[in-house]
């Protein structure tokens, strides 16, 4: 009732202006006074107070009725030791109490004097006639029949008073009477409850208003009550006409609860008393709970409460209390009957096409409280989804400008809310919302995320029906436009496995369900035969399902440690829906063999053999989904796989010279890791998030077998040019064969969640200034000169072509064609004038003629765009590679080799990201040498070649002078000079040398960034050197 209390008391008459002002000013004083006791005086009161005396009284009293929960407490707390503490007050003090305050300011509208009140009253009362029975031992004026008096004619409205005045009269007599059933003090003695139940039926028809907090007054009262007093007031309840209100409904339950054994009316419940077994009566009472326009005829006046609350009915939560208790001991027999009474009572009665918005919103709220309490019974959650709910919820939810919206909204926060905390829970849930009644496209209708937070609560417990929840819907779908539908669907369901992947953390201990469950759903509806599924599963949904899948396995291979998940899912995938012939299927089964033979020296290996082992089975994995997927390349792709196994794994294991299987002993130890290179590389071509993963856990496997051969494959990418001649020159192809545009995967043009995309704009730029030497820049001039009459080939062919499209549109719309230098026609002269059904005319023709330009393909100046993304793209994952070459094999003497091509792609590139991940590279090397440690000494031919590195970068130095090619420049130069001096510190006067040289190279016309010399000075500084005949240089 608590709650009931504080609305009333915010329906009291409103305080003047000024007061009201005050009182908001000083909140925050009051706030601050929360903070500690408030020291109040409890001393007795006396009869005829004067003075300080009256003074005191005022203050506890004008506390007692203020808005602040702990100053009511605080001074009831007071005002109760006062009138009680020692051996009491007098009875006439007590009674001047009772009458002249208490009883009279509960009628008050003032701030929060009815809850203050009715608190010291609830404790008067049980004193004197509860167990202490004060009435007897020392007030015996005081009899029950007075004090009740007291409270009816205190509560009495007298004279001409207003509408306000009088609902704050009956206010106060509703608190009054609750006083005395929470003072628990009415069936002590015969009589009581009888004057207190009259007067709330009373009040409850005379202020219909007052109906429900009445009948909540009554569900109190029913807790205390032996059973006849129950069967006397339910017999009173029913000859008032309240027996079919929504309040008797929940007495009826409450009754029936406490006393299973007791004689109820025969009407309006029948002799078992159960509401719940008559859902017509029942729809129509839970009905009149949310709104006043159920029917006006004059024999259900009594039942009406005349005003519509925002707030739900006591008696919702009773009966779905009920329903509940029922289920968890009885769930089969109660599924049934839930579902009757929710259709009736909820769908067709709050939620029907013409209900109004207020019975509506009731629906939500008994939606929410379904939910918030009963979320763990399952039974009952399942019937809860019905047709006209969802649909109410989603036409709500999706439109801001909706009446109902914020419930909507808050309907469905809750539910994510409560299935946060009862995952079991999610499987019923999404049915509810993408199945029959809902919408499969839930989120994107409602233009909110509900599914893809539901999604991440997937756990091992819920995933197998979580996934038969979102599978169901998308093998048999039954529309007007079957086809299209369940492409539609099954495109989502795709997304819906792809958002469960990827709220888990790869990082963390696997996920089972994932590999037990989502991707073998996933699997299935890519690559095996579904004989339920209608419409069958067309080559374009299957396609898309395998991209999601490539999508699922770039996030759970953040590295190497998830290789299991494809590896897993393609020794137990039937890819009986891919059309192979007798050589595929060779070589699939052939690479599966090799799969399940690394999978088990993976399990045996450890130290260094077991991450190759486990690279080189995902990578057999992925190769061998990529055949599945039509990848014309897969198959030669798994025979160079076969032979990296052969000579990497194989026969290193076995102890057997890979020489002498190899005809040719000069190449055998080149031969498996270059392979290898050249694999990966041809992967990294490809615009994949998946296979640039995959490509570095398969480097940073191998990386301890470079050579130099391998090395060179490399960097000679990072060689070649940005340009469509350079992605030709490098992939081998035709320009005059290339009519029909590159697609470097040949995959589907469709984009895809997995693809990469390089953003091009506000990338390019010259970054690298005025070069120095005309002469050593007259390669790089040439090839710049050869991009200039490629562009200049294509813009004219461009104009041709747009000279091309003007001509035939003018022939079609009668005038003539633009020129360059063509001025804008009079307006009078325009098609503004042409009919509706010449412009109709017109359009097949318009139709026609842009088709033909479309496949004509895209223009040169396209593909030169294509092509630089493409070359950018490839250098950029080639960038990948050779860094974690140098941060992890910085004391490789091969490592060095890269700087020099690192160098010359940070000075020719045009790309502001390459040259800084070039840099950024060279700066890793740098930390990476700076702190390795040599297994071996390094030979004297080694550092012969580093010195030689040292001269090379020296004379790269020259041809560019910008302050990010000297500072590269130099990291390099000064991390080779560290690994010399610490091999040997005779070097320090060779080096010395070969800066003083290059300083003497110095000239007006080769200029040298100053800081590449201050750098070699302060390392040079801070490095002891024996020899003094450098310096002296």
Not at 143 to 162: R, Y
Not at 195 to 213: A, P, Q
Not at 350 to 361: D, M
Not at 731 to 740: A, I, R, V
């Amino acid at each position: 009732m608590g709650s009931k209390r504080k609305r009333s008391a915010q329906e009291a008459p409103a305080t003047a202006p000024a007061a009201k002002k005050h009182q908001k000013s000083s909140k925050p004083h009051t706030k601050k006074a929360n903070d500690e006791p408030i020291p109040l005086d409890s001393s007795p009161f006396v009869d005829n107070p004067k003075g300080d005396e009256l003074k005191r009284e005022v203050k506890l009293y004008d506390l007692l009725s203020s808005e602040d929960g702990s100053q009511r407490l605080a001074a009831a707390a007071a005002i109760i030791s006062g009138l009680f503490e020692g051996d009491g007050v007098n009875q006439s003090t007590l009674q001047r109490h009772l009458e002249r305050r208490l009883f009279r300011g509960l009628a008050s509208g003032r701030k929060g004097a009815r809850l203050g009140f009715s608190i010291v009253l609830t404790e008067i009362l049980g004193q004197l006639f509860g167990t202490a029975n004060l009435t007897e031992k020392k007030y015996p004026e005081l009899t029950f029949d007075n004090v009740f008096g007291f409270l009816i004619a205190k509560t009495k409205p007298e004279g001409d008073l207003s509408g306000q005045e009088q609902k704050d009269h009956a206010l106060g007599l509703l608190f009054g009477l609750q006083s005395f059933v929470r003072s628990k003090v009415l069936f002590e003695a015969d009589g009581r409850w009888e004057r207190v139940l009259e007067k709330l039926l009373e009040l409850s028809n005379k202020k219909s208003w007052t109906r429900e907090e009445c009948g909540w007054v009554i569900m109190e009262a029913l807790e205390q009550m032996q059973q006849k007093q129950a069967e006397f007031t339910l017999t009173n309840l029913c000859d008032a006409g309240l027996g079919l209100s929504p309040e008797g409904v929940g007495i009826w339950l409450g009754a029936r609860q406490r006393f299973p054994d007791m004689k109820f009316p025969s009407k309006p419940w029948g002799q078992s008393g159960n509401p719940l077994d008559h859902l017509k009566a029942l729809a129509k009472a839970l009905k009149e709970s949310s709104s006043s326009d159920s029917g006006t005829e004059k024999g259900q006046q009594a039942n009406q409460t005349g005003t519509w609350n925002p707030k739900l009915h006591f008696v919702w939560n009773i009966v779905l209390q009920q329903y509940a208790k029922t289920a968890n001991s009885e769930p089969t027999d109660i599924k049934s009957g839930f579902e009757n009474f929710w259709k009736v009572a909820v769908d067709d009665n709050l939620f029907s096409a013409s209900a109004s918005k207020e019975r509506k919103f009731w629906g939500f709220l008994v939606f929410q409280k379904m939910i918030q309490d009963h979320i763990s019974c399952t039974p009952l959650i399942a019937s809860i989804f019905t047709h006209n709910l969802v649909r109410c919820l989603i036409n709500h939810v999706q439109n801001e400008d909706r009446f109902l919206h914020r419930a909507a909204d808050k309907s469905l926060k809750i539910l994510v809310h409560a299935v946060e905390e009862n995952p079991d829970s999610l499987p019923i849930v999404l049915r509810g919302l993408i199945d029959s009644h809902g919408a499969y496209a839930f989120d994107r209708i409602t233009k909110t995320k509900t599914i893809e937070k539901l999604l991440s609560k997937v756990n091992i417990e819920n995933a197998e029906d979580v996934f038969d929840a979102l599978t169901k819907p998308v093998l048999v779908v039954q529309s007007t436009d079957d086809a299209a539908e369940a492409e539609k669907r099954r495109q989502i369901y795709g997304d819906y496995v792809l958002t469960a992947v990827r709220h888990t953390e790869p990082s963390e201990t696997p996920e089972k369900w994932i590999k037990s469950v989502a991707l073998p759903h996933l699997a299935s509806l890519a690559y095996s035969k579904i004989s339920e599924a209608k419409p069958v599963v067309s080559d374009s949904t299957r396609t898309l399902i395998r991209n999601r899948l490539m999508s699922v396995f770039g996030h759970l291979l953040a590295d190497v440690n998830g290789y299991h998940y494809p590896c897993d899912l393609v020794l137990s995938c039937d890819a009986d829906a891919v059309a192979m012939d007798k050589e595929i299927t060779d070589a699939k089964d052939a690479a599966i063999s090799s799969l399940k033979k690394l999978l088990k020296k993976a399990k045996k290996e450890d130290g260094k053999s077991k991450p190759a082992c486990q690279a080189l089975a995902l990578l057999f994995a992925l190769v061998i989904i990529q055949l599945y997927n039509g990848d014309s390349e897969a198959v030669s792709i798994l025979d160079e796989l076969k032979l990296c196994y052969d000579n990497l794994i194989k026969h290193k294991s076995s102890g057997k010279d890979s020489k002498s299987k190899a005809g040719n002993a000069e190449d055998a130890d080149a031969e498996p890791f270059d392979v290898l290179v050249e694999l990966l590389l041809s992967l990294l071509s490809r615009p994949s998030a998946l296979l640039r993963k995959v490509t570095q856990h398969v480097f940073t496997a191998f990386m301890g077998e470079m050579t130099a051969s391998g090395l060179k494959l490399m960097t000679d990418i990072l060689e070649s040019s940005e340009s469509l001649r350079g992605q030709q020159e490098f992939f081998d192809q035709n320009p005059e064969d290339d009519e029909d545009g590159m697609d470097i995967d040949g995959e589907d043009v469709e984009m895809d969640s997995d693809v990469e995309v390089v953003d091009m704009d506000g990338e390019e730029g010259h970054l690298n200034g005025h070069l120095a030497e005309e002469d050593g820049d007259s390669d790089d001039e040439e090839e710049a000169s050869n991009d200039d009459d490629d562009e200049e080939d294509d813009e004219e062919e461009d104009n041709e072509a747009d000279k091309a499209l003007n001509d035939a549109l003018a022939n079609i719309l009668g005038t003539r064609a633009l020129g360059p230098d063509a001025e804008e026609e009079d307006e009078d002269d325009s098609d503004a004038d042409m009919t509706d059904s010449e412009m109709d005319a017109l359009t097949p023709k318009l139709e026609e003629v842009l088709g033909r330009m479309q496949k004509k393909g895209p223009s040169k100046k396209q593909e030169q765009k294509d092509a630089k993304e493409n070359m950018v793209n490839f250098k950029s994952r080639v960038l990948d590679l050779l860094g974690i070459f140098a941060k992890k094999q910085a004391s490789n003497p091969l490592a060095a080799q890269i700087l020099i091509p690192l160098l010359q792609l940070i000075r020719t590139t045009n790309t502001k990201h390459l040259s800084d991940k070039g840099t950024s590279i060279i700066q890793s090397f740098a930390k990476s040498k700076s702190k390795a440690s040599h297994a071996a000494p390094e030979s004297k031919a080694e550092l012969k070649t580093q010195l030689a590195l040292i001269k090379a970068i020296h004379e790269e130095v020259f041809k560019d002078q910008s302050k990010q090619f000297a500072k590269a420049a130099s990291t390099a130069s000064l991390a080779l000079a560290s690994g010399l001096y610490k091999a040997d510190e005779s070097y320090a006067k060779k080096i010395g040398s070969i800066y003083l040289d290059t300083m003497n190279k110095t000239n007006k016309n080769s200029r040298v960034q100053q800081s590449f010399f201050t750098e070699w000075i302060n390392w040079w500084a801070s490095h002891p050197n024996p020899v003094g005949e450098a310096k002296e240089e």
